[in-house]
C-alpha cells in the first residue's frame, strides 16, 4: 500500500514539470511569432520605402534630364551669341585699322616702310592673270585621323594628279603616297601607301608638292631648301636658305622655321628673322633654280600664329591662342597692294579638335588640306574678285 501511494505520488509530480515545460514552449512560441510579425511588418515598411524613394529617383532624374537638355539649349545659344560677338568685334577692329599685336610709334612705321621697299627691291610682277580673295569658307571635311597630333598632308598643285602626301610628324625622312583622297581614307593607316624614302630628314610642317617635285626643309648648321624629284627618285637641286638668325615663322607652331607654299603665281617661302622678330616675312622663289626672288616684311605678327597659306600672291596668317579655340585669318598681306586687312573678309574656320598644325591651299580644286590634331581636314573655299567692294 505505502508503495502505490509513493507511485501515485511521483507520477503526479511528473505531471505537473511536463505541463510547467509546456506552458514555457508555448510562450516562447508566442514571443517567437510575435517578433517575427515585428520582422514582417518592418520588412513591408522598408519594401515600400523603397518603392517611393525609387519613384522619387526616377521623378528626379526625368526632371534632371529635362534640366539638362535645357542647359544644352541655352549653352547652344551662347555659343552663337560669342561667336556673332566675336564677329562684330573682329569687324569693328578692321574698322578701326588697328593691326593685332602690333603697338608702335609713327617714326618707327616710318623706319619699316623705309625698311620693307629697300627690301621688296621694286614692285613684283605677276606671272599670271590671277586676281581672286577667299570671300568665306563654304564647308568642311574631316577625311581622316591618321598619326601624330602634328603633319602636312597635300596635293601636287601643278599636276592633275589625284595622289596625296602624307608627313606624318615634325622630322622624318618618310613620306606616304596615296593613289587618291578616296584611296587615303578607305585605308586602314598607311597600309595602302607607296613609302618614299627621302635622302635626308625634312624638319618642320612646311613642306610643298610641286609639278612632281617634293620642296622641303633640311636643318643642319643651316637651313636648306631641298628639290626631289618624285619620279626618278633623286635630289634635282639644293640652296641655302638666303636669311640670318631665323626663327620659328609661328609661334604655335615652333617647329617650322620655313613654310613652303604654293598657289597659281608658284612657289613661296614664309619664315621670320630675328632682325624683325615680331613679324612674318614672306619670299617670292624660283621654283626651278630654289633662288629667292624677291621678300617682303608682313606686317602679321608672329604671336599667336598657327599656320597661313598663299593665294593669288596674298599671304592668309591664320591665329588662335594657346589653349585652343576658333581659328581665324586675322591679317592678310597682298604683295600687289590690292587686299588689305580693311578690305579683306572675315574668315573663320568652324570648330575643330585642336589647332592646325599646318594649312595648305590647292588652286586647281580651290582646297585648303589642313591638319588638326592628327586629323586630316578639307576646307572648301568660296573665291572672290580681288577689287570687288
Known amino acids: 500500500m505505502r508503495a502505490l501511494l509513493l507511485f501515485v505520488a511521483l507520477f503526479g509530480l511528473v505531471g505537473t514539470q511536463h505541463q510547467a515545460l509546456m506552458e514555457y514552449l508555448e510562450r516562447r512560441l508566442l514571443a517567437i511569432e510575435d517578433r517575427i510579425s515585428v520582422w514582417h511588418e518592418q520588412a513591408n515598411r522598408y519594401a515600400t520605402e523603397l518603392r517611393e524613394f525609387k519613384q522619387q529617383m526616377v521623378a528626379l532624374m526625368e526632371s534632371l534630364d529635362k534640366d539638362k537638355e535645357v542647359l544644352r539649349t541655352d549653352l547652344e545659344g551662347v555659343s552663337t551669341r560669342v561667336e556673332r560677338v566675336e564677329r562684330e568685334m573682329d569687324y569693328l577692329d578692321t574698322q578701326n585699322g588697328a593691326q593685332p599685336c602690333v603697338d608702335v610709334d609713327d617714326k618707327l612705321v616710318e623706319q619699316d616702310l623705309t625698311m620693307v621697299k629697300e627690301k ?9 592673270e590671277c586676281g581672286e580673295m577667299i570671300s568665306r569658307i563654304k564647308a568642311m571635311k574631316i577625311l581622316k585621323r591618321v598619326g601624330g ?11 592633275r594628279s589625284d595622289k596625296i602626301y602624307i608627313f606624318n610628324g615634325t622630322s622624318k625622312n618618310t613620306v606616304y603616297e596615296f593613289s587618291s583622297a578616296r584611296g587615303f581614307a578607305a585605308s586602314v593607316g598607311s597600309s595602302r601607301a607607296k613609302e618614299i624614302k627621302l635622302p635626308s630628314t625634312w624638319h618642320g610642317m612646311g613642306h610643298a608638292i610641286y609639278n612632281g617635285h617634293v620642296y622641303y626643309v633640311k636643318e643642319d648648321k643651316e637651313f636648306q631648301l631641298i628639290k626631289y624629284n618624285l619620279k626618278n627618285g633623286s635630289v634635282v637641286d639644293s640652296a641655302v636658305f638666303p636669311a640670318e638668325n631665323q626663327i620659328p615663322v609661328y609661334s604655335l607652331n615652333p617647329e617650322t622655321y620655313i613654310d613652303l607654299a604654293a598657289d597659281e603665281e608658284g612657289l613661296w617661302a614664309i619664315y621670320a628673322t630675328k632682325e624683325n622678330e615680331k613679324n612674318i616675312c614672306l619670299a617670292k622663289m624660283d621654283s626651278n633654280t630654289l633662288d629667292i626672288e624677291q621678300m617682303w616684311d608682313t606686317p602679321c605678327p608672329r604671336e599667336n600664329a598657327e599656320a597661313a597659306f598663299v593665294i593669288c600672291g596674298t599671304v592668309y596668317v591664320v591665329y ?6 576658333r ?3 586675322q591679317c592678310v598681306f597682298d604683295v600687289s597692294d590690292m587686299v588689305t586687312n580693311d578690305n579683306a ?3 573663320y574656320f568652324p570648330k575643330r579638335y585642336g589647332s592646325n598644325a599646318s594649312l595648305k591651299y ?4 580651290q582646297l585648303i588640306y589642313a591638319w588638326d590634331d592628327g586629323y586630316q581636314i578639307i576646307y572648301k573655299l568660296v573665291m572672290k574678285k580681288k577689287l570687288e567692294v
Open 320 to 325: 588662335n591662342t594657346k589653349l585652343p579655340s
Open 327 to 329: 581659328s581665324r585669318v
Open 362 to 365: 590647292n588652286p586647281l580644286d
Open 149 to 159: 597630333p602634328k603633319g602636312m598632308w597635300t596635293k601636287d598643285v601643278v599636276s
Open 120 to 128: 621688296n627691291r621694286g614692285k613684283y610682277t605677276k606671272l599670271t
Open 345 to 347: 573678309p572675315l574668315v
